[in-house]
């Protein structure tokens, strides 16, 4: 079982369509992580908040929006994205210091 | 920066037989070496992780060996059952580490009945 609970657990939009998708974490930890996974590959990392504050962005498109409102939750906001955007996108959180990740079971994501 | 090299991309073994992933790293820095689970549908779930300051972590059927001066790590699983068929993922962090993990590019494990 995670401690990281991520919704919704499958959707799909369009490409003008605006969604968000939702992480929340009860750990404590107060680095939380978006990462996006595409099928028979590694994770790949797209934004780090520490401190809900956005620390590290990978040149992730702007029509991805990574919004953290407080210590416990971590949204990622979806606009205008287009079909090689649809992935599995994974919340992870670390603590208490930064080596062991702890990830959610994903939103898997289809861009029509 | 760092890089992970994971083999094989996909191993069949047979029930009660034993598997074993290896993977090397660039970055003679790294010093944490997790490994991670990922069944279908699931998101990656840590299963053993070992620091740069030990050889040999064990448990129960899972166990990890790290060898720092030829840079490469391996994961062992004893006895295997149908349910450790997965995908598993080695990784490395660099310090300082806050940009998260280096990941292998997945080994994909399958138990024979």
């Known amino acids: ?112 | 920066g760092e890089n992970v090299e994971q083999h094989p991309s996909t191993l069949s073994v047979q029930e009660g037989d034993s598997a074993v992933i290896k993977c090397t790293y660039s970055d003679s820095a790294s010093n944490y070496f997790p490994w991670y689970k990922q069944e279908l549908g699931k998101g990656p779930q840590l299963i053993i992780d070992i620091r740069s300051n030990v050889g040999e972590k064990k448990d129960q059927r899972i166990a990890v060996t790290l060898n720092k001066t030829a840079k490469h790590f391996s994961l062992h699983i004893t006895e295997t059952q149908p349910e450790d068929s997965a995908v598993y993922f080695c990784a490395a962090r660099t310090p300082p580490g806050a940009d998260g993990l280096t990941f292998g590019k997945g080994t994909h494990l399958i138990i024979q009945p």
């Open chain 1, 1 to 112: 079982d995670t401690e990281v609970t991520q919704t919704p657990k499958h959707l799909v939009m369009g490409m003008t369509n605006k969604k968000s998708l939702k992480c929340e974490q009860h750990m404590g930890h107060r680095a939380m992580y978006w990462y996006k996974q595409k099928a028979k590959k590694p994770p790949e990392l797209m934004f780090v908040y520490s401190y809900e504050k956005l620390s590290i962005n990978e040149s992730v498109p702007s029509r991805f929006s990574p919004e953290c409102p407080n210590s416990s939750l971590l949204n990622l906001h979806l606009h205008a994205l287009q079909p090689e955007d649809s992935a599995l996108y994974l919340c992870a959180t670390s603590g208490p210091g930064p080596e062991k990740l702890f990830f959610g079971s994903g939103t898997q994501l289809s861009v029509l």
